[in-house]
């Protein structure tokens, strides 16, 4: 099975960010690869239709939500949504969180910290290429299910 091939991890994910102009970039990128995408420019929407339970069974199910840090205005930062989801997931959704704040070399405490707790799988520096981004997300999801 290639990894590189569209449609064949299929990864269900909810992108949460305050740009638009993000959200349709990252709606664009991982639907054109096969995966299921739902978007919110409002991380606390995002989280009530996270933490909702439908009768349709597959809005709330998700194997990975990325999320900006920062949204100003928003009441909840990308960490605090990045919390709630691994508790109400018990721990088996992934979370990945972006930014264009920090680089790797200069993450703030609460980034560390939540790297290591593993509340947060993943940090994506922004700005970003299309090849890297789907790259981290699919070597990540391969992996898993090929082991």
């Known amino acids: 099975m290639s990894l590189t091939g569209s449609n064949n991890l ?8 305050d740009e638009p102009d993000i959200l349709m970039t ?6 054109g690869r096969g995966h299921y995408v ?3 420019d409002n991380p606390a929407e ?4 996270l933490t909702s339970s439908t009768n349709n069974g597959d809005t709330s199910y998700y194997d ?8 100003p205005g928003s009441g909840i930062s990308g960490s605090d949504l990045a919390k709630r989801v691994k508790e109400h997931t018990r721990r088996k959704t992934r979370v990945f969180l972006m930014s264009g704040s920090f680089n790797e070399s200069s993450l703030p405490e609460e980034f560390i ?3 290591k ?4 799988d993943e940090f994506i520096q922004k700005p970003f290429s299309n090849d890297k981004f789907i790259a981290i997300i699919e070597k990540r999801f391969s992996h ?3 082991h």
Request: aromatic share 6%.
């Open 144 to 146: 898993n299910r090929n």
């Open 38 to 40: 739902k978007t919110f």
């Open 117 to 120: 707790s593993e509340i947060v």
């Open 26 to 31: 990252l709606n664009a990128i991982l639907e």
């Open 10 to 17: 299929g990864i269900r994910i909810l992108v949460v960010d």
């Open 113 to 115: 910290r939540a790297l």
């Open 46 to 49: 995002a989280l009530n239709h």
């Open 64 to 71: 990975l939500v990325i999320t900006d840090y920062r949204m």
